[in-house]
Structures are given as structure tokens and as C-alpha cells.
């Protein structure tokens, strides 16, 4: 059965730092394009970021460039986003997807979900 389980959410102030995991079973996660989605309350899910399972490239949504990073731990099965700097506009229901065609990012259409962590940045 392909899962996959979101950690690593939790409340940081303004400024702060969250490290977030997409952890696999069922499938070897190198081999699946994943992204990362959010969802605040009241707006849509966006993407955040997305590796590629052809070239290993990287998309960013704009407001997060320069403060996260999408890596992969092929040994672990698990995706991370590293989120610094985070900002109360970050707060939102954070996913990862994962899906195994062959996929350039961004992209909005994945096969498998996880369940969602949640990320609140406050004061």
C-alpha cells in the first residue's frame, strides 16, 4: 500500500525555522516527482515546491525562494522542506505528493497524498 506521512509541523515564531518530512512506504520515493502544497484557511491549496524524478530539478513558489529547500534522503525514503525565515503568511496545512510519471516541475496533479502537517507561524 503507497503512503505517505507528513511531520515535522508544529508552531515557531516569526523568523523561525521548521523542518518538514515526507516519509514513503510501499514505494521507493526516489523515483516519484514529489511537491509540496499548502493550504491556509479560506484560500487554495498552492505549491510550494517539487522535485523532478527525471533531473532532480527544483521549483520554488515565489514567496518562498531563498528561505526553503526540497532534498531528498534516498537512504530514509523521505523528502524534506527545510523552511527558514518563516513568516506568519506561511501558516497553513502543509502536504506532500508524490507521483511516478516521469514529471519537470511545477506541478499540480499528483497520485498520492499524505495527510497533511500543520505549520502556524505566530508571536
Known amino acids: 500500500q503507497v503512503q505517505l506521512v507528513e511531520s515535522g509541523g508544529g508552531l515557531v515564531q516569526p523568523e523561525g525555522s521548521l523542518r518538514l518530512s515526507c516519509a514513503a512506504s510501499?514505494?521507493?520515493?526516489?523515483?516519484?516527482?514529489v511537491g509540496w502544497f499548502r493550504q491556509a484557511p479560506g484560500k487554495e491549496r498552492e505549491g510550494v515546491s517539487c522535485i523532478s524524478n527525471i533531473d532532480g530539478s527544483t521549483y520554488y513558489l515565489e514567496s518562498v525562494k531563498g528561505r526553503f529547500t526540497i532534498s531528498r534522503d534516498s537512504a530514509e525514503n523521505t523528502v524534506y522542506l527545510q523552511m527558514n525565515s518563516l513568516k506568519p503568511e506561511d501558516t497553513a496545512v502543509y502536504f506532500c505528493?508524490?507521483?511516478?510519471?516521469?514529471?519537470?516541475?511545477?506541478?499540480?496533479?499528483?497520485?498520492?497524498w499524505g495527510q497533511g502537517t500543520q505549520v502556524t507561524v505566530s508571536s
Open positions: 510501499g514505494f521507493n520515493l526516489d523515483y516519484f516527482a
Open positions: 505528493a508524490a507521483d511516478p510519471q516521469p514529471t519537470m516541475c511545477p506541478r499540480a496533479d499528483f497520485g498520492s
